[in-house]
């Protein structure tokens, strides 16, 4: 089991750090200057990725 964990936290950071920062400072800006101007930002997606969208938007109306 504690190798089974390890090997999930493993996976955890290696998909964390292949995120670019520089590409959520980007996406984070973009989502300030779209509230800024009063416009929308559309989330869509299909199945599981369609909770995702929701909880996003959800997220977007804190």
Same mark, same amino acid.
């Given at each position: 089991? *504690?190798?089974?964990? *390890?090997?999930?936290?493993?996976? *955890?950071?290696?998909?964390? &750090?292949?995120?670019?920062? &520089? !590409?959520?400072?980007?996406?984070?800006?973009?989502? #300030?200057?779209?509230?800024? *101007? &009063?416009?929308?930002?559309?989330?869509? !997606?299909?199945? !599981?990725?369609?909770?995702?969208?929701?909880?996003?938007?959800? &997220?977007?109306? #804190?």
């Amino acid at each position: 089991m *504690q190798q089974w964990i *390890q090997n999930y936290m493993a996976a *955890q950071h290696r998909a964390l &750090d292949s995120i670019p920062v &520089d !590409g959520i400072a980007r996406l984070i800006e973009t989502v #300030r200057e779209a509230w800024r *101007q &009063d416009r929308q930002i559309f989330a869509i !997606g299909n199945g !599981g990725n369609a909770a995702n969208a929701s909880h996003f938007a959800t &997220d977007l109306g #804190r």
